[in-house]
């Protein structure tokens, strides 16, 4: 009986909260499209980078970062090629979250174990999007040195930059060739080139291919040697993935030595519960091991974090 009531409140607030959520998510689209128009003309360039916020600021609130979530994890799933709604994400999430909350505290009996849970399980859908979106931008980058390649050969036959990228469409699989599809359909349709590279350096947010919408924009508004700079722009591509590559290969032994420590001790906990019980026992019984437990557990995903933070590194 216990068990059909938990169930039934369960489903009763995910209803609940699938509906505010889905009316909330609503309005803001709306408050955000009013705010496109209302302020069109202040919309800023995507190619630009954004320079250290200016020390004359009016107050401590005015230097904190305005941050959309609900528009944060739409970009997210656009970069990592899920074009679903963000309703459907979030109604996962939080019946994700509401499940490891109800597992929890069904099992131990512990609240603390129970938010712990839920916010362990409502990340799993965000951890999801994240891999896709490295999987999706590692595999773009890779097909780019040699789409800039065919694109230069094309220049040098006398094609035009749109003939070019419809051979790369037509030559490269996804990831590169549907971006590239998406962007010679929007210029046929009247959008200018530049405005969608833009758009497409916005679902594909890497530095090389900042680096050719760049000299995409000078080439169309100034006037250059196209093919030339993507001869040079193609070594310099190769030279920062054999780079990267150098760095991972050098970091290797490190990051599996931060896992190794982060896993040892829950490898040892669980070897003494299989071999001998009575010496971890006192963990999930005796409140001061559980205070113990909880405390080694949050130390010990600290530290895994702080490994991981230690040997990122950013070029």
């Not at 800023?44 to 994890?73: E, M, T, Y």
């Not at 037509?170 to 758009?199: H, I, K, M, Y």
């Not at 006037?223 to 920062?240: D, P």
Request: glycine share 6%; with cysteine; proline share 4%.
């Amino acid at each position: 009986m216990d068990l059909l009531t938990a169930c039934a409140v369960f489903f009763l607030f995910a209803g609940v909260g699938a509906a505010a959520i889905h009316r909330s998510l609503d309005r803001a689209a709306l408050v955000h499209r009013l705010d496109e128009v209302i302020h069109a003309g202040q919309t800023a360039d995507p190619l630009a980078r954004l320079g250290p916020p200016s020390r004359a600021a009016a107050g401590l609130f005015d230097r904190l970062p305005r941050v959309n979530l609900v528009l944060l994890l739409q970009r997210q799933m656009w970069q990592a090629g899920m074009y679903q709604t963000v309703e459907r994400i979030l109604t996962t999430i939080a019946l994700t979250g509401l499940s490891g909350a109800l597992l929890g505290y069904s099992i131990t009996r512990d609240p603390v174990i129970a938010l712990v849970l839920a916010a362990g399980l409502a990340t799993i859908p965000i951890l999801y999007i994240g891999v896709k979106r490295k999987r999706r931008l590692k595999s773009f980058l890779l097909q780019l040195p040699f789409a800039l390649d065919l694109l230069k050969s094309s220049l040098e036959a006398g094609h035009t930059l749109q003939r070019g990228m419809q051979v790369i469409e037509q030559e490269f699989s996804d990831p590169l060739g549907g971006e590239f599809r998406t962007v010679v359909e929007q210029s046929r349709l009247g959008t200018p080139l530049t405005q969608a590279l833009a758009e497409m350096l916005r679902r594909v947010p890497l530095d090389d291919l900042r680096l050719f919408v760049v000299a995409v924009k000078v080439q169309v508004e100034v006037g250059s040697s196209l093919a030339q700079i993507l001869a040079r722009l193609c070594e310099i591509v190769r030279t920062r993935q054999t780079l990267q590559a150098q760095i991972r290969a050098l970091t290797a032994q490190s990051r599996m030595s931060g896992m190794v420590v982060g896993l040892l001790p829950i490898i040892v906990l669980a070897m003494f519960w299989f071999v001998q019980p009575s010496y971890t026992e006192m963990l999930f019984t005796d409140p001061t091991g559980k205070i113990i437990l909880k405390t080694a557990i949050g130390l010990d995903f600290g530290a895994f974090l702080i490994i991981r933070r230690i040997l990122k590194v950013n070029f």
